[in-house]
C-alpha cells in the first residue's frame, strides 16, 4: 500500500464461470474506485486452478505464498472442475490454503433478500429477510483427529473427534457480537446441539454467555441446530447475526442463500478479522461446469463479493453504492441474467450494473 487508499488486490479467476464471472467484478471494482476516488492494484494469478494443475500436477506453485506477496485482500473466482481433478484435490490444494494458511477464522455470508430475486419461501418480499450467517472457518467438527479400528473387519470402529479451543471459538464468537453490535437489531443467534452433544456443544453454550456479557447492547438467543434450520425456513425475519461451529455453520451458509433465491447472486468472505494476513471474497458458487463458456453467468455473486471486500477494506460508501446499483438492475428484466429469467448475458448484467453505479 503506497497511500492508505490504494489497494493491491490478489485476482484469482480459477476454473469454469469463475473466468466469465471475475472479468465483471472487476469493471465494477475499477467503476467504484473511479467515482469514489480510491485505486485498485491488481495483481492476477493463473494458478488455484484446474488448468494450472493439468500443467503443473498441483493447484498452486509450493512458492504461491511468495508470488501472492502481502496483497490487501484476495478476489477469488470459483474452483473446481471435477471431470479433470477430483473436487476435494482441487479445494484442499487452493482455497483451503488460503483459509488455513492466511488465518481466515469466520466465514460470512449475507443472507438477504433482494428484488428481481424469485424467493423459494411463499409470501417473502425483499426487506424481510436481512441477516449474516458466522461461520467458525478453521477448527470444530472438521478436524483429523480420529482413525479406524479392526478396519474390514466386522468389528470395524470409526472415531473422528471434534477439536474446539477456547481461542478458536471466542475469536469467532468475537467476530459475532461486533458485527452484530453495528447493527440496527443487534441481536446474535447461536447454533448449538447442546441436548445431544453432551460435551463439546454445551461448553460452546458457556462461551457464548461469557462473550455476551461483554456486549449488553447486544441481545442474543441459541437454538438447536435441528430447529434452526427449520426456523431458516419458516421465520427467517427473526435473525439479525447467527452464529455457528463449522459444521454448523457450513450448513446454514448454504441454506440461507437458497432461502433467498438463486446460488447466483450470493457472496461470501473468508476474513482474517485481526488482519494479520489478507482475507477472501468469492461468490457462494462453484464452477458450473454445465453453463461454463456460454458468457451466460450471472456475475451478481461475484459483484456483491466485491462490495463485501470493499466494505472490509474501509470503502463503506463505494460498497453501499455497489448494492444499490445490483438492487437497480436486479429489479429490471431485461438486465437480469437467464437463471433470474432474464435474457441479459454475463458481460451485459455487469456493465449495467457498472453503469447505474
Ligand atoms: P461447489 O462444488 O463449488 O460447491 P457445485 O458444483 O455444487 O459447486 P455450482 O458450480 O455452484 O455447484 O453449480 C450449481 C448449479 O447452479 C449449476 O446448475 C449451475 O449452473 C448453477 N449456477 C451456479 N452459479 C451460477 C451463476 N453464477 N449463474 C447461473 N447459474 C449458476
Ligand atoms: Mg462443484
Redesign the pocket.
Known sequence: MTNSRNYAISVIPGDG?GKE?MPEGIRVLERAASLYGFSIDQKWQDFACCDYYAKHGQMMPDDWKAQIGKPDAIFFG?V?WPDTVP?HISLWGSLLQFRREYDQYVNLRPVRLMPGVPCPLVGREPGDIDFWVVRENTEGEYSSVGGKMFPGTDREIVIQETVMTRHGTDRVLRYAFELAATRDRKHVTSATKSNGIAITMPWWDERVEEMAKHYPSVTHDKYHIDILTAQFVLNPDRFDVVVASNLFGDILSDLGPACTG???VAPSGNINPDRTAPSLFE?V????P??AGKGV??PV?QIWSAAMMLEHLGEADAAAAIMRAVETVLAEPGLR?G?LKGKANTEQCGRAIADAL
Open positions: 464461470i464471472v470459483a473446481g473436487d438463486t446460488i447466483g461468490p458458487h462453484g464452477s458450473a454445465d453453463i453467468a450471472n455473486g441474467t437463471d
